[in-house]
Every structure is written in structure tokens, then in C-alpha cells.
């Protein structure tokens, strides 16, 4: 049983992570993560929570301890609100415009920079014509909006420029709060909010079904990355298999002040239909979070 102290949900189960299929935990580990946590839900869904840690020499960072929630109002503070919003890289990159500095219009998005020939060669596209190498290509990626994101940040003392952002609320345990909100993704989101997806993601979701579950939830956690050069990094340091959820992780220079640190919310054979999703807030999610000085 996982510890949740007195007011444990009993319906979720600590699945060993050891247990789990070596080639699965093989995924995260080439990336250079940590699966750190599994658990059953009701016995019908399976919560996987995985540190995301860009601890490299190319685009170091530390985990992060406590962490701190911002809102407008005392309202939406999650220790007294009804509701937590998670939002997709599409909603974040359309909000830029609404608060000024707030948003990154590059949200999922990439660029990067070289000759044609290379190009070529990093998707597997057989030689073009000769001279290809002093053709220079400029090409923006873009990261399917397959997840859902609930944004925090690293440190208090770094508040936010816009003072829109004024309530505080302090998290007590980072591990903790990512089960919790995959277990709670997974009892609340129902198909008719997701559409389905082709490919290897649906033949994964007939494989859990099999199974006797109904879903498989992953919450990729860590702290965002300031990188004018997140293509080139991307494609160098993370596997093709794990890069449209490193995007996830990747903001410009201009935004570092936010010390950013996210929740990436998925389900596995399924992308959301809305840009926005609010989760009720249960009384053991609420006592993750506290007022500043509690």
C-alpha cells in the first residue's frame, strides 16, 4: 500500500517497479530517467510516474525540494479551490498574448538550423543531389499536443514579474503529488475526453486492456529547461522514442525567472479533445498543498 498517512485512498496499490518489464523501464533509462513510481488505481488503471532528469553536461539542473504553486487568486489556490487545471502546449502557446511574459509562444515548438544534407541523414532520407551540404535548412518541429501539464515552480524567492501571479501555495511532497495526480487523471478522465491515436499507442492500449486494466497513465515530472538550442539538445541527447515529451521540458532563455517545474499528464492510446482539463481536487490532493507559513 502506498503511505499516504491516515487518509490513504485505499484503492490505490504500490505496484513494485522492479517488477515491471525491464524493456519498459529500458525506454526512460536510455533518456537518462527514472522510473521512480508505479501504482494500481481501483484495479483498473496502472499510475507510472517517472522523473524527468536533464542532469547532463549539456543542459544541467538540479531536482527540485519544495516546490510553490502561483495563482491570481485565493479562490484558485489548490488548498482551497475545487479544481486543478492542466492545459496543453497549445493552450499555453495561445495564452502567450493575454498576460504579457507569462507564456512562450515557442511552447513545443523547436528549431534547428543545418545543412540539408544533415537533415536528410538525421530522418533516414537516402542522399540528395550533389552539393546538398552547403544548402542550409531552417526547420521548426512542433510536439503533438498528446499531453496535459500542471505547472509549478522551483523557488519561491524568484516570483514571478507578472503580478498577476500573487497567491502562494507551497507543495509538501513532489513524489507524492505526482502519483496522486496520475491516480486522480486516471479515475477522472473518461474516453469521450480523449480521441484515439494510431499506431503503437492504440496496440499498447488493447495490450493493457487485455490485461484487465483500462488504462495506463504516465506523469513525466521535472524541471524545465532555458535553452535558445533545445532542437539541437533534443536530438542529441534524448532517444527518438522519448523526445516529444522532453519537449515538454524546454522553454527560451527569456523565461528562466519562472524556475518552472512540471507535471506531463498522459494516457496512453488517447490525446485530448479540449486543450483544458480541470481535475476535482480530493481531499488527499489538497493535503499537498499548505498556506505559506502552515
Known sequence: MVNFGAAAPSAIIRASVSSLPEALKALWRKAGWVLEDAAVVDARHLVLAVRVDHSSSIIGTGIAGQLTKYTDHEDHAPYHAEHLKLATLRHFREQH???????????????????????????????????????????????????????????????????????????????????????????????????????????????????????VVHVHHGAVIYDDNSGETLFKRFPEHVRGVAAHFFKRPAFEYQQEYRFVLSARGGRPVEDEFYLKITPELRAEFRRPGE
Open 97 to 215: 498574448g493575454d498576460l504579457e511574459g507569462a507564456w512562450d509562444p515557442m511552447e513545443g515548438r523547436i528549431r534547428i538550423t543545418s545543412t540539408l544534407e544533415e537533415m536528410c541523414r538525421r530522418h533516414g532520407v537516402p542522399s540528395v543531389s550533389q552539393g546538398a551540404h552547403l544548402v542550409t535548412a531552417d526547420v521548426v518541429y512542433q510536439t503533438d499536443d498528446t499531453s496535459f501539464i500542471y505547472s509549478t515552480s522551483r523557488a519561491e524567492s524568484l516570483a514571478p514579474r507578472n503580478e498577476h501571479w500573487k497567491v502562494v501555495s507551497r507543495i509538501r511532497d513532489v513524489a507524492k503529488l505526482a502519483l496522486l495526480l496520475g491516480a486522480e487523471f486516471a479515475r477522472q478522465c473518461d474516453e469521450g475526453q480523449l480521441t484515439a491515436v494510431t499506431g503503437l499507442d492504440r496496440l499498447v492500449t488493447a495490450a493493457v486492456r487485455s490485461s484487465g486494466l483500462n488504462s
